[in-house]
């Protein structure tokens, strides 16, 4: 796999070549998010320039691929909330933060230059990324180089091939930003910014290509509320609900992303158009894509608009029972069933010392000791809403919070949710509420068997249609190769639809898809697929290590054949050990978190092991600022650790 080969054509097709003729090539790579990146000139984040630098230690130490997380614009406002990458306002137009300031031109006011200069170098001496600081830093220079340059910048042909290739999507772009909640100027600013966003990361993705290293993308699976795309085809989502996901080891409350779900049979109108358009886009620049959350595009956790919390969702599509199915083995009417059961006995679990005053003020007694939630708390949106607004009223932070938090799981004490359509769906988890709890074991039996069919058997042969549908056709939209992230609750038919579409899985070794195993042996994994240590949403190698010695005990047993006990931290020979599995992996691409590469060296790694984790999933405010605590131009010169690397990497048989 030459420079020559990727600078002719896409990596998908040099593999497939290669995979025809029964070579079977397996590879390696690195996963780090831009904004993580770090060297010694740049502004307090990565760049996409910046990864010209990255690509000279890939080629240095023999990898093939570079995978990022989403690059598009997400502003709305200045907030930390923006940072969040998986909530774009565009899924075409690229985030303005990841420009080079000297790049894009030159100010000419020496007090100008001077200011600047003094900003950088605050925000890069930070071992986080500043979100906010940065983009209102960078946003004021984006003002002063526009107004300086825009004139001299319009005419050239440069400019003129860019608006022309991207109209159709800049010009709607430009006009939502110009829109009073997100603070903006003239569309010629927005303009501007996007041909030199354009610019910047073609050179970077050339410089790429010319040393054999692809650029893997990565596509998220919903789109903000707050969006072009909502905007200028609101017939496409639905604005009423909110995508998100059951739950699981990282958050038992389920997550709830908040972005509208698909209206697929609107999408399906013109083949699945929007989603092709979209891939169109991401292979002007990007080889290889992962698709998140892939198994949304078999069914989607659908949370309704009035919730807040993942565990009130429930799968869309799906095949939803008739109160007739439910109500006569459950014994039970529709408001058993549907409506929160609260009673008396079990409220000072909820509330604790402050039951009585919320017996008084958000519950009205029905009969003895049964409550209904008052009609201005029966949902979890207008509890929540409610203690959001008076937080500027009141001082009580912790008494405020034990109750909202307390109503909140109320509104959860159900057994069945009904969706639009008046369909029941079961309550995720429901075996953990009091509602479940105080049926009799008749009653319980049988609703566990309504469970267990709803979750695992009904819905397979619908949720294999739907993804057969759509799929193919946005597979075919270009030649990149297909990655899918499926993590999480996976139905029976995705490994199939998966195999037969050859859209690598994601394998990833403490998140076994098999129920019945507690790991992964890396050389069991299926070829077609991605081979990983750690993912942006979980802890690093170092921080999994540390989390449960149990469960690490029997790690360094099983899978590193040790004898002993395990040491307490990942020590670096630890780290290269699982480094060292996973590049004997069977899988075609093996992509590790730099993190866990860079593990392996003691004396260059980071000692605040918990700050390398990029994404805390159940903290939807989560602040995403990790940055490299070593400089790019560091890890460069490291020659030991990267002779280590490079070694091990020649040695496993990938090239």
């Not at 598009?72 to 303005?96: E, F």
């Not at 005053?357 to 007694?365: G, H, I, M, Q």
Request: charged share 25%.
């Amino acid at each position: 796999m030459n420079s020559q080969s990727f600078s002719n054509t896409k990596v998908f097709k040099v593999l497939k070549n290669k995979v025809n003729t029964g070579s079977n090539p397996k590879l390696t790579g690195v996963a780090v998010p831009v904004f993580s990146l770090n060297t010694k000139n740049n502004f307090g984040i990565g760049e996409f320039l910046d990864l010209k630098m990255l690509g000279d230690w890939c080629e240095k130490v023999g990898m093939k691929m570079i995978q990022i997380l989403p690059i598009n614009d997400t502003r709305t406002d200045d907030s930390w909330d923006n940072s969040y990458p998986y909530k774009a306002i565009s899924t075409k137009a690229l985030h303005p933060i990841y420009l080079n300031l000297e790049k894009i031109g030159k100010l000419q006011e020496e007090s100008d230059r001077a200011y600047f200069e003094n900003q950088k170098n605050i925000l890069k001496e930070k071992d986080y990324v500043d979100y906010p600081e940065v983009m209102k830093v960078k946003d004021a220079y984006f003002k002063k180089i526009f107004a300086q340059d825009w004139e001299s910048t319009k005419n050239t042909e440069d400019f003129q091939n860019f608006f022309k290739e991207n109209k159709d999507w800049l010009v709607p772009y430009a006009e939502f930003c110009l829109q009073p909640t997100v603070n903006g100027q003239q569309p010629e600013f927005y303009y501007f910014l996007q041909y030199h966003l354009d610019k910047q990361l073609k050179e970077a993705v050339d410089y790429l290509h010319e040393r054999g290293i692809a650029l893997k993308g990565d596509i998220p699976i919903g789109i903000g509320r707050n969006s072009v795309e909502a905007w200028t085809n609101p017939e496409l989502f639905n604005l009423d609900c909110q995508a998100g996901a059951p739950p699981d080891a990282f958050a038992t409350e389920g997550q709830n992303w908040g972005f509208p779900t698909y209206n697929w049979n609107a999408m399906a109108n013109d083949d699945y158009q929007w989603w092709r358009d979209r891939l169109t886009q991401m292979s002007r620049y990007f080889d290889a894509y992962r698709i998140d959350h892939i198994l949304g595009f078999f069914r989607i956790w659908e949370i309704p608009q009035e919730h807040t919390q993942g565990i009130m969702g429930h799968f869309s599509p799906a095949l939803s029972y008739q109160l007739s199915e439910v109500s006569g083995l459950l014994s039970a009417n529709k408001e058993r069933l549907t409506k929160p059961y609260i009673r008396g006995h079990f409220l000072h679990e909820f509330f604790g010392e402050f039951t009585e005053e919320v017996r008084d003020k958000y519950l009205n007694e029905t009969s003895f000791s049964y409550f209904e939630l008052k009609e201005d708390f029966n949902t979890q949106r207008k509890i929540t809403d409610f203690f959001v607004n008076r937080q500027q009223t009141t001082d009580n932070c912790h008494k405020d919070e034990k109750i909202k938090n307390g109503l909140i799981a109320l509104c959860a004490e159900v057994l069945f949710l009904e969706d639009k359509n008046g369909g029941l769906h079961p309550r995720i988890a429901l075996q953990f509420t009091h509602s479940y709890n105080e049926l009799d074991d008749y009653q319980k039996d049988n609703i566990n068997k309504l469970y267990d069919e709803y979750f695992y058997h009904r819905n397979e042969e619908l949720w294999k249609e739907e993804a057969l549908k759509k799929l193919p056709k946005i597979i075919e939209a270009s030649d990149m190769l297909v990655c899918g992230e499926d993590l999480g609750m996976v139905p029976a038919c995705v490994k199939d639809v998966m195999q037969q579409l050859n859209i690598l899985s994601l394998e990833v070794q403490r998140m076994p898809k098999n129920p019945c195993e507690t790991f992964v042996n890396p050389k069991e994994n299926p070829y077609l697929s991605v081979d990983t240590t750690s993912t942006h949403d979980t802890s690093t190698i170092r921080g999994w290590w540390e989390e449960n010695g149990e469960l690490t005990n029997r790690f360094y047993r099983e899978m590193l054949g040790h004898h002993e006990g395990a040491p307490y931290f990942a020590e670096p020979w630890v780290c290269k050990e699982i480094i060292e599995q996973h590049l004997k992996s069977s899988s075609m691409w093996v992509i590790i978190p730099i993190q866990d590469y860079i593990a392996m060296d003691g004396d260059f790694r980071w000692d605040q092991t918990q700050k390398e984790q990029i994404n805390e999933p159940a903290n939807s405010h989560h602040h995403w600022c990790y940055k490299m605590h070593q400089s790019l131009e560091e890890l460069n010169e490291r020659q030991s650790l990267n002779e280590t690397l490079h070694s091990m990497i020649k040695d496993s048989g990938r090239n």
